[in-house]
């Protein structure tokens, strides 16, 4: 059984179900979020492109976590796939916490742009806020998605289930198979 200590599949899916919690979107709500999360081991631009068109075609935003290597507990990095009137933008991305009872934004690694869901549950640019820019903000983030992470654990073992999505090797976008009713 992998555990968010020893990485592997399980941890990931708690992770990504714990960042989804953080930045304020509900889990299996009657309207599918217009955010998506996927992870993978490294990243290159075929599967950068693939995920890019994925995004293009659906219009729904996807947060990428990128992992270090199969074993990693927590994501290296995030990058944000958004849709644009001109195509697909792509940034990487960091959690930040303003204080605990507020939803988690992500700020661009450059600190010159800042995204939150918005009220219709889309990964929207908002106005950049100071202690955005904080690295305090990025620990208390981390530290908030590791806690519901390990929250979650337990309830997140057993494979894929309907609505995990899976970038491969050669950057295709699997989701898990829906559940027969």
Known sequence: MNTPTTGGHDARRANAYALHLELGLPIGGTVPAAVKFASVTGIDMGILDVAACKVAESGWACVIAIYADEGAAAPHW????????????????????????????????????????????????????????????????????????????????????????????????????????
């Open 78 to 181: 995030y990058m944000a796939l958004m849709p644009h009137a001109e195509g697909v933008i792509a940034t990487k991305v960091i959690p930040a916490a303003f204080d605990d009872d507020q939803p988690l934004v992500l700020m661009a690694e450059d600190r010159r742009q800042q995204f939150a869901v918005g009220e219709c549950g889309r990964l929207i640019a908002v106005p950049v806020e100071a202690v955005a820019r904080r690295a305090r903000s990025h620990r208390n983030a981390a530290k908030r998605i590791a806690a519901t992470a390990e929250t979650l654990a337990p309830l997140c073992t057993g494979g894929p289930t309907p609505g995990d999505l899976f970038v491969d090797s050669s950057g295709n976008i699997r989701t898990a198979t829906p559940f027969a009713a």
